[in-house]
């Protein structure tokens, strides 16, 4: 079943000239934010808001599962937790310590970038979405991962389990991957609330993961499907 009806209208209609009704744009960011307080899974980079942390985080997080990352986030932190250190590593060693979780040629990653966060922006990590795409290895996810997560920016944050939701929540249309997908990307932009940004999109993050699971839904326990509201439109 899908609780919220969506008037598709024409396909000139569809995105990206769309609307989304105030009132159900709401009630829709309430329900993912109280699901996230509620259930928000704990990991330790999540208990941070430090941008460079974070941007560890997001690279280890590539193609690897989250419980499988936090030793070795942990361990790499404990060493190499600033821009600086980081920089100073030697790739040997931080290859060793990625090693569990392949794709080792990430240790070179997060020591270039690391270098080049020195020489271009004086050590600190970028706050501004186009120097952060400029650095090496990094897309639209990681960058607006660290504006959110790390400078409490209101952007989007829409990976495969979250483009699931609005497909089959909000009857979104999308052919592409979710890295590929502008105008999936301006429809997550327009749901964003003007609060709680972290909550919402670690919220639709968290449920996209538990409940909206690939291939089977889990909609008799999800709080989007038993919340009392009208239909979403977008035209
Ligand atoms: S699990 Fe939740 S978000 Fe996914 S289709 Fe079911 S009700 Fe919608």
């Known amino acids: 079943m899908i609780p919220f009806a969506i008037d598709k209208g024409s396909p000139e209609q569809v995105v990206p000239k769309f609307r989304v009704e105030d009132r159900l744009k709401t009630e829709f960011q309430e329900a993912v934010i109280k699901f996230y307080l509620e259930n928000g899974r704990s990991y330790p980079w999540r208990r941070t808001n430090d941008p460079f942390k974070i941007l560890v985080a997001e690279i280890l997080l590539r193609l690897t599962g989250a419980w499988k990352a936090e030793a070795v986030y942990e361990e790499i932190i404990r060493s190499y937790g ?77 990976d495969e389990s979250v483009r699931r939701i609005f497909v089959r929540c909000l009857n979104f249309r999308s052919t592409k991957p979710a890295y590929l997908d502008n105008d999936l990307w301006s429809f997550a932009a327009k749901l964003l609330p003007d609060k709680r940004i972290k909550e919402y999109n670690l919220g639709l993050l968290d449920l996209g993961a538990t409940l909206c699971k690939y291939p089977k839904s889990l909609c008799c326990k999800c709080p989007l499907q038993t919340s009392k509201r009208g239909p979403l439109r977008i035209r």
């Open 82 to 158: 600033t821009v600086e250190s980081m920089s100073k590593a030697k790739t040997k060693e931080l290859k060793r310590i990625i090693r569990p979780l392949g794709l080792s040629h990430r240790a070179t990653l997060l020591v270039d970038i690391s270098k080049d966060i020195i020489n271009r922006f004086g050590g600190r990590v970028p706050d501004d979405f186009a120097a952060l795409v400029s650095l090496k290895g990094v897309g639209r996810y990681t960058a607006n991962a660290v504006l959110c997560l790390g400078y409490g920016r209101k952007v989007p944050l829409v």
